[in-house]
């Protein structure tokens, strides 16, 4: 069984910055796509980043040119750098990994951002 584990998330001021991290447990194989998203309050979860091994890198539209992904397929690592974070950006963060046929989540990492 692998297990995802996120890190980095806390509370923040608005136009401050955030760095998430995430690490499996053990080699994964297969590996389709590595991405981030949230859950904010009340809501349903959203993509975040997305990056498509191979293909191309997918952002929301509310979070292009302030947030950025990089994966490293070898490390079993994502991480997604937040700038210019906003009220809006609070929610609990998760990380994904479509590998190996199947989903792959976090247990979450909760984001604040207020003054």
């Known amino acids: 069984q692998v297990q995802l584990v996120e890190s980095g998330g806390g509370l923040v001021e608005p136009g401050g910055s955030l760095r998430l991290s995430c690490a499996a447990s053990?080699?994964?194989?297969?590996?389709?796509?590595m991405g981030w998203y949230r859950q904010a309050p009340g809501k349903q979860r959203e993509l975040v980043a997305n990056?498509?091994?191979?293909?191309?890198?997918v952002y929301a539209d509310s979070v292009k040119g302030r947030f950025t992904i990089s994966g490293d397929i070898a490390k079993n690592t994502v991480t997604l750098r937040m700038n210019s974070l906003k009220f809006e950006d609070t929610a609990v963060y998760y990380c994904?990994?479509?590998?190996?046929?199947?989903?792959?989540w976090g247990q979450g990492t909760q984001v604040t951002v207020s003054s």
């Open positions: 994904n990994y479509q590998a190996e046929g199947r989903d792959y």
């Open positions: 990056i498509l091994i191979g293909r191309r890198i």
């Open positions: 053990r080699n994964i194989f297969s590996i389709n796509a």
